[in-house]
């Protein structure tokens, strides 16, 4: 690109190097505002005779259209581009949602000198209207070059970003104890509802047994014909993983056990299984406290029904750190 001052009556479709204020200190234009007539006549009449402008040269894209390209190109699901001052583009969700993002390909753009991206935390929820991405520009305009790779890149790869939307889940969940299954009910249950109640739903389903495999197994398999989004199992005990009471219980009907132990604190102790595609999650301890834990970090994807694998659990590590 290439700047100058010139007079302000010829500056129409010229793009603003810097902020234009008014006499009195108030913002007239913004720096990369793209000047037209109107604009011209209000400059003339707050007395300027020059601005300091410039204009796209061969081969460069404006950086309002560069992220915008990027914006529509880098993600799917329930996000809308929204754009913003300075060669930003904003992702906001039009529903509640579970932001899912590849991390690595993130790396990999943000690494290019013409465009950069941020983005929410992997597995995070958010509401509607709330902004999950941004996308800025280097100033004023993008090498149609660079752009080309970095769309080229994203198509191949592709997405970034998914907004995967919560859409009317059904939570069930089966509450354990060793003497009585009502106890870890009345110890537990308000804790759930808080937590649940941070992402927009509630237990549809709820059952309470002894903590015995038989009780179990016929437990879990009478909450999994209701077909929920997700089943917790909410013990009183601290389980060692599927040899304890649960994960046999788990195995008993036919459940495969998809992950044991989760780099998180609060949470090491996750058991995460599937029987077909209904996820059970078994997390002892985590139902004690409505502070942070490993939980808050399953939820969100699980109940966006994202089937979320062993390896993603072991990827937790990073940030796993809660308390």
């Given at each position: 690109m290439r700047a100058q001052t010139v007079e302000v009556g010829s500056s129409n479709g010229r793009i603003l190097c810097c902020t234009v204020f008014r006499s009195g200190g108030k913002k007239l234009l913004a720096k990369g505002h793209v000047i037209n007539e109107e604009d011209i006549r209000v400059l003339e009449s707050e007395g300027m005779e020059k601005v300091w402008v410039t204009e796209l040269e061969e081969g460069e894209v404006g950086e309002d259209d560069a992220v915008a390209t990027v914006g529509s190109e880098m993600g799917c699901g329930c996000y809308e581009i929204r754009m913003a001052a300075g060669g930003r583009?904003?992702?906001?969700?039009?529903?509640?949602?579970?932001?899912?993002?590849?991390?690595?390909l993130l790396k990999q753009l943000n690494t290019t000198s013409s465009v950069v991206i941020a983005t929410a935390t992997n597995f995070s929820f958010a509401l509607t209207?709330?902004?999950?991405?941004m996308v800025k520009s280097a100033p004023?305009?993008?090498?149609?070059?660079?752009?080309?790779?970095?769309?080229?890149?994203?198509?191949?790869?592709?997405?970034?970003?998914?907004?995967?939307?919560?859409?009317?889940?059904?939570v069930a969940v089966l509450y354990t104890d060793a003497t009585n299954g009502e106890r870890a009910r009345q110890l537990f249950e308000g804790i759930m509802r808080q937590r649940l109640e941070r992402?927009?739903?509630?237990?549809?389903?709820?059952?309470?047994?002894?903590?015995?495999?038989?009780?179990?197994s016929r437990s879990l398999q009478h909450l999994i014909r209701s077909r929920p989004s997700l089943l917790l199992v909410a013990s009183t005990t601290a389980p060692a993983g599927p040899g304890d009471v649960v994960g046999r219980a788990m195995a008993r009907i036919g459940c495969h056990i998809e992950r044991f132990l989760a780099p998180v604190e609060p949470g090491n102790l996750l058991m995460l299984a599937y029987r077909e595609d209904v996820p059970i999650v078994s997390a002892p301890g985590c139902f004690r406290s409505n502070k942070p834990n490993v939980?808050?970090?399953?939820?969100?994807?699980?109940l966006a029904r994202y089937r979320v694998t062993g390896w993603e659990v072991a990827c937790l590590g990073h940030g796993g750190l809660l308390a």
């Open positions: 583009a904003n992702l906001v969700a039009t529903e509640n949602c579970c932001v899912l993002v590849d991390d690595e209207g709330q902004r999950i991405a004023f305009a993008v090498a149609r070059e660079e752009l080309d790779t970095l769309i080229g890149i994203l198509k191949e790869r592709g997405p970034i970003l998914q907004a995967r939307p919560v859409r009317s889940p059904s992402f927009g739903v509630s237990a549809n389903f709820v059952l309470a047994c002894t903590e015995d495999e038989g009780a179990v939980i808050d970090l399953m939820l969100p994807p699980l």
